[in-house]
């Protein structure tokens, strides 16, 4: 005896005692706010690395930028154009950090950068929050921010979000200056 389609009966709705299959997907309000939340975990803790309460105000403006670059391009037709763009714009955002500092003269953003890396690392902070570092914050946070935003919306899943930015929290968190160290990590 062979059984044909006919002979077999489906189940038309799940048991009571078994869960959907798939979970629904958070929106992209949520998912956004849960990259903003992380991505400015980073600006802030970054910012504590430098010298005075400029450099965090930067890092959070950077993160809520980026973020809102990637909310607004699920709300027009060319979301992956608005998401380029956005990353361009944070580059032009950063150039009008440092155009206050830059000086009148001969001072270029590419030499100004140069200038903030060679003269002020990381290793012994806290460090002067020259205007190279205000470009490489600001971009650098705008950036993680569009990353963790896009892959997160991506995936459908707003933790993702935490799981991009949370190297760079903890990167940042091992850079903490003496006396800055309590206060940076328990905001972020």
């Known amino acids: 005896m062979t059984l044909t389609v006919e ?24 998912t956004c706010l849960s990259a903003v939340l992380a991505t400015a975990a980073f ?37 992956a154009f608005v998401q380029y763009a956005g990353a361009a714009g944070a580059l032009v955002l950063g ?12 001072s270029s953003l590419p030499s100004l950068v140069a200038e903030a890396v060679r003269g002020g690392g990381l290793g012994m902070p806290p460090v002067a929050f020259d205007p190279g570092w ?5 971009v650098a946070c705008a950036l993680l921010g569009e990353a963790a935003a896009g892959l997160a919306l991506g995936a459908g899943r ?13 990167g940042a968190a091992l850079l903490q200056p003496p006396g800055n160290e309590v206060v940076g990590t328990l905001v972020a």
Do not use: K, N, Q
């Open 7 to 30: 002979d077999v009966e489906l189940p038309t709705e799940l048991p009571a005692d078994e869960p959907p299959a798939e979970e629904p997907t958070a929106g992209a309000g949520l």
């Open 43 to 79: 600006g802030w803790i970054a910012g504590s690395i430098f010298s005075g309460g400029l450099a965090r105000l930067v890092g959070v403006l950077g993160a809520a930028y980026g973020v809102g670059v990637v909310l607004l391009s699920t709300r027009g037709r060319r979301p």
């Open 95 to 106: 150039a009008l950090v440092v155009l206050p500092d830059s000086g009148g003269g001969g």
């Open 134 to 138: 205000r470009f490489l914050l600001l």
């Open 158 to 170: 707003p933790r993702a979000a935490s799981a991009v930015a949370l190297p760079f929290v903890v």
